[in-house]
């Protein structure tokens, strides 16, 4: 599997619902990208499909736009945003900071989105 199919994976299967109520509003107000408002909890769920921290993987958090964004960073330097087409600008990522998850095992939504990813049938192969 390589990271095209990965994205494809987790964002085939976002719907409106995991978004915080200020994104629902946007989504409902103006024509924007599918992935709009759903970078944390695509990170959070990359995170842990690709075994986070064991793996070198770290949260990432960055303001762009006027928004929060998240996103993932490895330890080799490699940058893994999923969510980046939400924006119309390039993200300067060296401006980012690594910060940890708001919650120590998988939010309510990431326990949701991680749940439709395995009842799609797709099988986790290594990227």
């Not at 986070?52 to 958090?61: A, D, L």
């Not at 960055?62 to 893994?80: P, V």
């Not at 980012?96 to 309510?108: C, H, Q, V, W, Y």
Request: proline share 4%.
């Amino acid at each position: 599997m390589n990271w095209t199919q990965f994205r494809h994976i987790i964002i085939s299967n976002l719907t409106d619902e995991l978004l915080t109520p200020k994104y629902r509003q946007l989504k409902k107000t103006y024509c924007l990208p599918a992935t709009t408002g759903h970078c944390y909890i695509v990170s959070e769920v990359a995170y842990y499909l690709l075994d986070g921290k064991e793996e070198g993987w770290t949260p990432q958090y960055i303001k762009h736009e006027g928004n929060s964004h998240w996103f993932l960073k490895h330890t080799s330097g490699f940058i893994l945003d999923l969510t980046a087409d939400q924006f119309t600008t390039l993200i300067d990522y060296s401006k980012a900071k690594g910060k940890g998850f708001l919650t120590r095992i998988p939010s309510k939504r990431s326990k949701t989105l991680i749940r439709r990813i395995d009842e799609s049938g797709k099988l986790w192969l290594p990227i």
